[in-house]
């Protein structure tokens, strides 16, 4: 049976089931987007005060930052997710999707990424212990706050889950 048959051609379907624009301020009215971006900048923002708590001195890096408390990679695709269930139910396929990439980015955080920075330290130390006449002796330092803990994934994604939430509430 071809498209024509059904009731339109494919370019007509497509165009039908576009949604309408309405000028680039539309992607603030998107609930899911807005509680991502939320999630992400209110994990820097808390990372960024710790610092300065912690450290007694401010560091911008912090705001752009990966690794530390909380994840701001959990609390980005948690708050994601919970949005999709939310707004679109959770037994959809848009939200298994979107469960699917929280929990690939949560586990990816405290297992390859965390792993890596540890190596970046010992490498990094290596370095350190090189005659100055070694080739490498002059290399940068690696990054070493690559990762995170459980404990930084679980916070970060109860951020996310609280920050969907909240963001849901208000936006009724």
Not at 130 to 137: C, D, G, V
Not at 138 to 167: D, F, K, N
Request: aromatic share 8%; charged share 15%; proline share 5%.
């Amino acid at each position: 049976m071809a498209m024509d048959d059904v009731g339109g051609s494919t370019a007509e379907l497509m165009q039908d089931s576009t949604p309408p624009t309405t000028g680039t301020w539309m992607i603030f009215t998107n609930y899911a987007l807005m509680s991502a971006f939320l999630g992400f900048a209110i994990a820097q923002a808390l990372k960024f005060i710790t610092f300065w708590y912690k450290e007694n001195r401010w560091d911008p890096k912090q705001l752009i930052g990966s690794g530390g408390m909380p994840s701001s990679h959990s609390a980005t695709v948690t708050a994601l997710a919970v949005a999709v269930g939310l707004q679109e139910g959770f037994g959809g396929s848009q939200f298994a999707t979107a469960l699917v990439l929280a929990c690939v980015v949560m586990y990816d955080a405290t297992g390859v990424r965390l792993h890596a920075g540890r190596q970046a330290e010992v490498l990094n130390q290596i370095l350190c212990e090189l005659p100055a006449e070694h080739p490498l002796a002059e290399s940068r330092p690696l990054r070493e706050l690559l990762g995170h803990t459980p404990t930084q994934v679980a916070a970060g994604a109860l951020l996310g889950s609280v920050t969907a939430l909240v963001i849901r509430l208000i936006w009724l």
